[in-house]
C-alpha cells in the first residue's frame, strides 16, 4: 500500500486551500470596505464575521464545541443579514428601525433571511450552488442553523458535550465542527467574491473536498462504539428525545460505513489513491 504522510498531506490542503481561501476573504474585505456602492451595515457585518469565524477557529483549536458553535451562528447570521440588507429596501428598512420587535418583526425573522439568502447563493457564479435545486438549498440552511441552535440555547446538548468531554469522546464532534466552520467559511469568501465581481480567480475546492477525509482520519475510532451510543442515549435522555438520539445514532452509523469504505478503497486501490496524492504533490510543487 502506498504510503500516506497524513502530515504532509494536511499542509498542502492548509497552503492550497486554508491559507488561500483566508488571503483572498482579507483582500476582498479590504476592496469592499471603500466601495461606496456596498452599504455600510452590510460592510461592519461582513467584517464582524470575519472576527468572529477568526475566533472559531481558535476555539476549534481548544476543542470549545460549545463556545464555537454559538460564535458560528453568530457568523452565520451576519453573514446572511450583511447580504440581504444591500440588496432588499424592506429589509434595511427594518434592520435599521429599534422599535422593531418579535411581534412587529416581518423582513428580519431569521427564517425568512435563510429563504431570501438561498437565492443569494443561486446568483454566485460556482458550481457549488448552482448544481442544488433551491428547495435542497433551504432545507440544507435550516438544517445547518438548527444544529448551531442546539449549541447555542441552553439546550441538554451543552450538558451532552460537558459529559463526553469528561470522558474524553469529543473529537467526533470537532469533526463536525470543523466540517461547519469550512463550509461557512467558503460561503463568506463566495458572497465576499461576488460583492467584489472579481471572479477572475477561483480557488480550487476539490482541496477542501480532499481535506474532509484527511479531517476524518482524526476521529478517534474508539468512539464510534456501541457502548459510546448507550452514553450518548443516557445523557440524552432517550425515552424521551428518541428521535433526535436516532438519529444521531444514524450519522455515526454512517460516517463509520464512509470510514470503512474509505479504508477499504485505499486498501483495494493503492495505486489509484497513491495517483491522487501524487497529484495534489506535484501541483504543490509548482
Same mark, same amino acid.
Given at each position: 500500500?502506498?504510503?500516506?504522510?497524513?502530515?504532509?498531506?494536511?499542509?498542502?490542503?492548509?497552503?492550497?486551500?486554508?491559507?488561500?481561501?483566508?488571503?483572498?476573504?482579507?483582500?476582498? &474585505?479590504?476592496?469592499?470596505?471603500?466601495?461606496?456602492?456596498?452599504?455600510?451595515?452590510? =460592510?461592519?457585518?461582513?467584517?464582524?464575521?470575519?472576527?468572529? &469565524?477568526?475566533?472559531?477557529?481558535?476555539?476549534?483549536?481548544?476543542?470549545?464545541?460549545?463556545?464555537?458553535?454559538?460564535?458560528?451562528?453568530?457568523?452565520?447570521?451576519?453573514?446572511?443579514?450583511?447580504?440581504?440588507?444591500?440588496?432588499?429596501?424592506?429589509?434595511?428598512?427594518?434592520?435599521?428601525?429599534?422599535?422593531?420587535?418579535?411581534?412587529?418583526?416581518?423582513?428580519?425573522?431569521?427564517?425568512?433571511?435563510?429563504?431570501?439568502?438561498?437565492?443569494?447563493?443561486?446568483?454566485?457564479?460556482?458550481?457549488?450552488?448552482?448544481?442544488?435545486?433551491?428547495?435542497?438549498?433551504?432545507?440544507?440552511?435550516?438544517?445547518?442553523?438548527?444544529?448551531?441552535?442546539?449549541?447555542?440555547?441552553?439546550?441538554?446538548?451543552?450538558?451532552? =458535550?460537558?459529559?463526553?468531554?469528561?470522558?474524553?469522546?469529543?473529537?467526533?464532534?470537532?469533526?463536525?465542527?470543523?466540517?461547519?466552520?469550512?463550509?461557512?467559511?467558503?460561503?463568506?469568501?463566495?458572497?465576499?467574491?461576488? &460583492?467584489?465581481?472579481?471572479?477572475?480567480?477561483?480557488?480550487?475546492?476539490?482541496?477542501?473536498?480532499?481535506?474532509?477525509?484527511?479531517?476524518?482520519?482524526?476521529?478517534?475510532?474508539?468512539?464510534?462504539?456501541?457502548?459510546?451510543?448507550?452514553?450518548?442515549?443516557?445523557?440524552?435522555?432517550?425515552?424521551?428525545?428518541?428521535?433526535?438520539?436516532?438519529?444521531?445514532?444514524?450519522?455515526?452509523?454512517?460516517?463509520?460505513?464512509?470510514?470503512?469504505?474509505?479504508?477499504?478503497?485505499?486498501?483495494?486501490?493503492?495505486?489509484? =489513491?497513491?495517483?491522487?496524492?501524487?497529484?495534489?504533490?506535484?501541483?504543490?510543487?509548482?
Amino acid at each position: 500500500m502506498a504510503h500516506f504522510d497524513k502530515e504532509k498531506f494536511k499542509n498542502i490542503i492548509n497552503k492550497k486551500f486554508v491559507c488561500l481561501i483566508n488571503d483572498k476573504i482579507d483582500e476582498y &474585505l479590504n476592496i469592499i470596505s471603500k466601495n461606496k456602492d456596498i452599504r455600510i451595515e452590510t =460592510i461592519n457585518l461582513l467584517i464582524q464575521a470575519h472576527s468572529t &469565524l477568526k475566533n472559531v477557529n481558535t476555539f476549534i483549536y481548544k476543542k470549545e464545541v460549545v463556545d464555537a458553535n454559538s460564535l458560528l451562528r453568530s457568523a452565520f447570521e451576519n453573514i446572511i443579514m450583511g447580504m440581504i440588507i444591500n440588496n432588499h429596501e424592506e429589509t434595511y428598512k427594518e434592520f435599521i428601525n429599534l422599535s422593531i420587535n418579535e411581534e412587529t418583526r416581518k423582513y428580519t425573522k431569521q427564517q425568512k433571511l435563510r429563504n431570501k439568502f438561498r437565492k443569494v447563493l443561486k446568483n454566485i457564479k460556482t458550481d457549488i450552488f448552482n448544481e442544488i435545486n433551491s428547495r435542497k438549498i433551504r432545507d440544507m440552511l435550516n438544517e445547518y442553523y438548527d444544529k448551531l441552535c442546539l449549541f447555542t440555547h441552553s439546550t441538554l446538548i451543552v450538558n451532552a =458535550i460537558a459529559e463526553l468531554n469528561k470522558n474524553n469522546c469529543i473529537t467526533l464532534y470537532v469533526f463536525a465542527l470543523k466540517i461547519n466552520y469550512y463550509f461557512l467559511l467558503i460561503v463568506y469568501y463566495l458572497c465576499l467574491r461576488m &460583492l467584489t465581481k472579481y471572479y477572475d480567480s477561483e480557488i480550487d475546492f476539490n482541496y477542501a473536498w480532499l481535506g474532509i477525509f484527511v479531517l476524518m482520519s482524526d476521529i478517534n475510532k474508539e468512539e464510534l462504539t456501541e457502548e459510546n451510543v448507550n452514553r450518548l442515549k443516557s445523557i440524552l435522555y432517550f425515552e424521551i428525545n428518541k428521535k433526535y438520539v436516532e438519529n444521531s445514532r444514524n450519522e455515526i452509523e454512517g460516517l463509520k460505513r464512509e470510514m470503512n469504505e474509505l479504508n477499504k478503497e485505499i486498501e483495494s486501490n493503492p495505486l489509484i =489513491i497513491a495517483e491522487i496524492l501524487q497529484k495534489v504533490m506535484d501541483e504543490d510543487e509548482k
